[in-house]
């Protein structure tokens, strides 16, 4: 615990302008960003007798080993830099809204040449029109139904369109009406686009000129005796109705505003949005909060805020805001939100009428998030603590264990030989720190040399991290070929889990890994290289468990015992008994089977041998899928494809002259060269094999050509069971 006032600025030092401030932690990881309009006065609170600071606030100064500001011209610009640092950095003493879920949106890709409409989560991209967000996907799916029978857009993925557009018979939508099937040009792109631009509108909130503009062409229809289209017209309006009907009319005057509410008590709080366009709501979203701070209800308002629009432009921010309190001031944030808008904004508590009584109905939602949400978390909170108390206490720790990381090996009867390494802090799976590494120190299979490797390795980069920030109070330099504060990568170098490494650390052969079963694991400004919080390997843990028993245990020991590191503890977690090993122990350490400490391990190493065994099928399938073409240089994705396209198969393209395959478009003479001699050089495929039938197929006959060096998968002789025994 640090002492405020051996980091307390000078006086004098501090100006007395608008600006944003940053305290950081021992690790020089930001802890908590502010902002202010005068940075003296505001850091002045901070360094007053102890005694006086709310409990949250006192854990922070003393969790806090500097402090540093940025001066800025206004509030406005302060306000802009508080959300940027607080999103790079993610300081943990920062109001941080948790969505409760993640919310789906009904979305329109009007970036595209045929716009698609489909429900899309996560961050939102350029381009694409956004509607909601809805509580379920299903709502999505049922309102797309119903009017899919006015608007018959595209709602087809990328492969089933080309598939369609090759073959030339549209999917089942484009048979009975609610596609116009433009994969077949039954429609102009333009057409199309209009389609969906009306389409958008009525979703938008402007409905009643469209419904009035079907009635006159169902009424003219009568009148001329088209008894069939006036029918089909009136079905059309009936679809649209019942859409509508679907979200009823709350505000009478076409309001488009968001209504946001809070519901708080001295620890957490939760927010609920109600989105309101044309008069109806069109997405409620929530969040919950701890308060790590002392914090105002204008100032969580303020905070939402940010959360809300940070990354939002034009009508996505709504020309009125309703608030139940106004931040402290206001200004500076309604002119934020009337510059993201690119027009006027209003931001007010409602007093009277339809909006105040909505906003009491909004309210009661966010109570009762915020009871929902205590009811869940009491008993999750309670066991976690007890849970890593009980760790702390079985292997003797000084305090609880609040980042754990835990190290698996894996391969396939000593090929693909992986490692993984994931990270739970209070607790907690946190994805955005997992790492996985490829073993390059050797060939082969040796479960205890692979954690040694593994081991020397991330805690060579974290020693490396600790010198390039000068922590390392002895100035030594590393050795033994590691990861330098220059920035040079050992070799073998580890590879994040979604892939490339910020500053260029790309993993083994520099080659960049996709991210395995749709796990996103986050990137972007806050793993930079750059001061701030922690990147890569420089945070330690205060427990490193490994997936094994002594033997395992006695290597990552041994790895950090030759780094010279004396501050971590090692456990290992044998499966067969569920047995906790200790380095320079001969007996293990049996926590009782209702224990939840030892249910905490146990999650904590099933989430690294997961990591794991799903990384090396990733390895395994990608290398069983390799071809000829794979190691020509400078041959990527694209190229490929465009010469099997072109050509039909490697076969053919094999027997093709170098002239023919620089009538490829994008393949110059040189890479027409170049892809000569690789497949001149490449083993023959032999014949393809139906499995069904035993029939050879030719590849004339549009088969797929099987190469020596893209065998398909192995079938071991077995029950599925025995071949999952294979796999470690």
């Known amino acids: 615990m640090a002492d405020p006032s051996s980091y307390r600025p000078r006086p004098g030092e501090i100006p007395d302008t608008p600006g944003v401030y940053r305290f950081r932690d021992e690790h020089r990881r930001v802890i908590y960003v502010g902002k202010a309009k005068s940075l003296r006065q505001r850091l002045a609170n901070y360094f007053q007798d102890l005694a006086h600071l709310h409990p949250r606030t006192r854990t922070m100064v003393t969790t806090a080993a500097s402090v540093e500001w940025t001066v800025v011209s206004t509030e406005v610009e302060a306000l802009q830099l508080e959300y940027s640092w607080i999103k790079e950095y993610d300081p943990r003493f920062n109001v941080k809204y948790r969505d409760d879920k993640s919310y789906p949106y009904l979305a329109v890709t009007m970036n595209e040449e045929f716009p698609r409409v489909q429900v899309m989560r996560g961050h939102k991209k350029k381009g694409v029109r956004y509607f909601g967000p809805y509580g379920h996907a299903w709502a999505i799916r049922d309102t797309v139904d119903l009017l899919l029978r006015v608007f018959p857009v595209r709602t087809c993925s990328t492969g089933v369109f080309k598939n369609a557009a090759r073959t030339g018979r549209p999917c089942l939508l484009g048979y009975i009406g609610k596609c116009s099937a433009p994969c ?132 996505a921010v709504p020309k009125e805001v309703l608030v139940p309190a106004l931040p402290d001031p206001v200004e500076p944030v309604q002119q934020w939100l009337t510059e993201r808008r690119g027009s006027g904004v209003s931001l007010r508590i409602p007093q009277r009428g339809d909006k105040k009584a909505l906003m009491e109905t909004v309210q009661r939602n966010a109570q009762q998030a915020l009871v929902l949400h205590k009811t869940k978390r009491a008993s999750d909170l309670t066991t976690r603590s007890r849970a890593l108390e009980e760790i702390a206490e079985a292997l003797d720790l000084d305090s609880a264990p609040l980042r754990i990381e835990c190290y698996d090996i894996s391969h396939l009867q000593g090929d693909d030989v992986v490692a993984s390494m994931v990270v739970f802090e209070d607790g907690l799976a946190r994805k955005s720190e997992y790492r996985r590494f490829q073993i390059k120190g050797f060939e082969g299979q040796d479960d205890v040399r692979s954690m040694h490797e593994v081991i020397t390795r991330r805690f060579r980069r974290y020693l490396a991290e600790k010198e390039k920030t000068g922590e390392w109070a002895d100035g030594e330099s590393l050795t033994d070929g590691g990861q330098h504060a220059d920035g040079a990568q050992h070799p073998g170098g580890e590879q994040h889990s979604g892939g490339q490494h910020p500053g260029g650390d790309a993993g083994p052969g520099g080659q960049a890994a996709a991210p395995d079963d749709g796990e996103a694991l986050t990137h972007g400004p806050a793993l930079k290289d750059d001061d701030g919080r922690p990147k890569r390997f420089a945070y330690p843990p205060q427990l490193v468990v490994v997936d094994g028993g002594q033997p395992q245990v006695a290597a990552a020991q041994r790895a950090l015992d030759e780094l010279g590191i004396d501050d971590i503890a090692v456990c290992g977690l044998a499966k067969r008994l569920e047995e906790v090993w200790l380095p320079r122990e001969d007996d293990p350490v049996v926590l009782p089977r209702t224990s939840e400490g030892l249910y905490l391990l146990q999650r904590v190493r099933d989430e690294a041998h997961r990591f794991a065994i799903t990384y090396q099928r990733t390895k395994r399938a990608k290398r069983l899928r390799a071809g000829p073409l794979d190691d020509v240089p400078g041959l990527g994705e694209t190229r490929k494809q465009a010469l099997i396209k072109h050509f039909g198969s490697v076969k053919r393209l094999r027997a093709a002259t170098i002239d023919q395959i620089c009538e490829v478009p994008g393949i110059g003479r040189k890479t027409a060269e170049t892809v000569a001699v690789a497949l001149a050089g490449a083993t023959p495929a032999g014949p393809a094999v139906n499995t069904a039938t035993g029939e050879i197929m030719d590849d004339d006959d549009g088969a797929p050509e099987t190469t020596a060096d893209a065998p398909g998968e192995p079938v071991s002789a077995g029950t599925p069971d025995e071949r999952r025994g294979q796999e470690r």
Do not use: N
């Open 184 to 315: 077949v040009g039954r429609i102009t792109p333009d057409d199309h686009w209009d389609l969906a631009d009306e389409f958008c509108d009525f979703m938008a909130g402007r409905t009643g000129t469209y419904l009035r503009r079907l009635e006159r062409q169902m009424a003219d229809a009568a009148e001329e005796m088209e008894y069939e289209r006036a029918a089909r017209l009136r079905d059309d309006i009936g679809a649209l109705k019942k859409a509508m009907e679907k979200s009823a009319v709350v505000l009478a005057d076409a309001t488009d505003a968001d209504l946001i509410a809070v519901a708080e008590d001295e620890l957490e709080a939760a927010v609920q949005i109600f989105h309101v366009r044309g008069g109806r709501v069109r997405g409620q979203r929530g969040w919950v909060t701890d308060k790590v701070e002392e914090i105002t209800t204008g100032a969580l308002v303020e905070h939402a805020l940010q959360q809300l629009y940070g990354e939002e432009s034009g009508d």
